[in-house]
C-alpha cells in the first residue's frame, strides 16, 4: 500500500557560536524561524538564510530546514 507525505509545517533553524565556556570550548545556541511555507524551495528558503543570517549578531555555524510531514495510507 503506498504511503502519501503531505507537507504541514517548515521551520528555519540557525546555530549560533555565542561565545565560549571558561575552558575555552564554544558555547552554541539555535534560533528558530517558523511558519516557513512548506512548498518553498530550498534554494529559496537558503537565501533568505544568507540574508538573515548576516543580520545576527553571532557567527552563524550551521543553516537546516525543518520539514514536518503528515504521512497516510492511500487507499
Known amino acids: 500500500m503506498p504511503i502519501v507525505s503531505t ?15 571558561a575552558n575555552g570550548q564554544p558555547v552554541y545556541r539555535t534560533r528558530s524561524y517558523s511558519r516557513v511555507k512548506p512548498g518553498a524551495a530550498d534554494q529559496d528558503v537558503f537565501d533568505v538564510a544568507q ?25
Open 7 to 21: 507537507p504541514l509545517a517548515s521551520t528555519l533553524r540557525f546555530q549560533v557560536q555565542v561565545g565560549t565556556d
Open 51 to 75: 540574508a538573515l543570517g548576516g543580520l545576527q549578531v553571532h557567527p552563524v555555524i550551521a543553516v537546516s530546514r525543518v520539514n514536518e510531514n503528515d504521512l497516510s495510507a492511500s487507499s
